[in-house]
């Protein structure tokens, strides 16, 4: 069964270090998500592609976050400088429709983050 | 503004038990609903999801739920908990505004007592 594989799964770095998540959607999948999940909480949306365009970022904060999908296929999600609140879990998604239909979201394994 | 509430942080049952998660959603303008279950460091697998169509919608491991449109809820049940059960439950709402946002509940713990 296809996947959305990340990458790390694991990652420790210090504070105002840079650090990047990377993401490979289901083939064909033309929306893509980057969600945060803060420990005890339920996943926030942070980013939402629709092939290569941004088509949701206003929970981004773009002051130390960005997120780009140069072809279309992959992400990437890069923090930097990172802060001790961006520990969490760091979620992508995809889907096969646009944002408008009901089709399933499926979710990677996802990536920890622990900023010290 | 758009939410989701999930009654019970954590819910407590015996195995061979009924199972009853509580999703609770803020508008009235029918939206797609969907519920997730996560186990420990892992991502989200789908349950189940409601777009059109039967209210009542069945999903894998024998869960299933019940869009009631008066009552804004879409309730996860299972008539007999397994001890494989335990884990994270997110219900999940999408409304069809212009956001077509995905906003996730705060998640309840389901814990299985053997």
């Known amino acids: 069964e296809a996947e959305v594989a990340q990458s790390p799964r694991y990652k420790i770095t210090e504070k105002s270090q840079a650090v990047a998540f990377w993401c490979d959607p289901i083939s064909g999948h033309a929306t893509l998500y980057w969600y945060r999940q803060i420990l005890g909480q339920g996943p926030e949306l942070l980013v939402q592609f629709q092939d290569e365009s941004v088509v949701d970022d206003s929970q981004l904060p773009k002051d130390r976050f960005s997120a780009e999908r140069l072809k279309g296929v992959d992400s990437t999600l890069k923090i930097q400088p990172a802060e001790l609140g961006d520990s969490a879990m760091y979620l992508c998604a995809s889907s096969f429709g646009g944002p408008n239909s009901g089709n399933t979201i499926y979710f990677g394994e996802g990536s920890w983050l622990t900023v010290v | 503004a758009q939410s989701v509430t999930q009654l019970g942080s954590h819910v407590s049952v015996s195995e061979g038990a009924l199972v009853l998660l509580r999703c609770n959603y803020s508008s009235s303008v029918p939206p797609y609903l969907f519920w997730y279950v996560q186990y420990p460091n892992q991502g989200l697998q789908l349950l189940l999801k409601?777009?059109?169509?039967?209210?009542l919608v069945k999903g894998i491991n024998g869960f299933e739920a019940e869009f009631k449109k008066s009552e804004t809820s879409f309730h996860l049940t299972k008539p007999s908990a397994h001890m494989s059960d335990a884990a994270e439950y997110f219900c999940a709402v999408r409304w069809m505004d212009s956001s077509y946002k995905l906003i996730f509940g705060s998640g309840t713990r389901l814990l299985v007592r053997p």
């Open positions: 409601y777009t059109t169509g039967a209210t």
